[in-house]
């Protein structure tokens, strides 16, 4: 990242994260959402950093819901997608469709407290977004994708 850019960064985001008196660091929240790669990427800190922090969180669990969107209803004219979705049961379909229930309750709660500038609920957002994929959310990828993976192997070696 730019240093200058950088620096600029680190010091809205303590500024921020001052005011709002959230407790999650910034190496943190980088460490999940990669905020200063969207920062370097847009080359641009907003005046209102914390929506634009709360994007960046937004748009990680977006683009693993769309995942896991797939495989719940598979694109009929995806070979990967049909094959992906044969490879969880009823059961474990049903385990992914309640982790996708929490985290669109964590998206659609982002888009409330944008529409109500609510910074005490942007505050809970923050850490409670942190929590949430360090218990629950990491977790059950890594479990979805371990088994997508060892199916993948074994067709590989069909």
Partial sequence: MKSELNKEFEEAFKSYKEELGFNSSLEKLDSIFFIRD?????DYISKDLGRQVARR????????????????MPNPSSMFSVTESQMF??????????????ALELTTRNT???LNNDKEKEKEFIDYSVE???N????????????????????AKE
């Fill in 57 to 72: 969180i937004v748009d990680l669990y977006n683009s693993w819901l769309g995942y896991i969107h797939g495989l719940m």
């Fill in 38 to 42: 969207q920062i370097q990427r847009e």
């Fill in 112 to 114: 409330l407290i944008g």
């Fill in 89 to 102: 049961d009823e059961q474990e379909k049903e385990e992914l469709i309640k982790l996708m229930n929490k």
């Fill in 136 to 155: 629950e959310f990491k977790p059950k990828l890594i479990k979805m994708m371990n088994k997508i993976n060892l199916d993948w192997d074994e067709k």
């Fill in 132 to 134: 949430f994929w360090d």
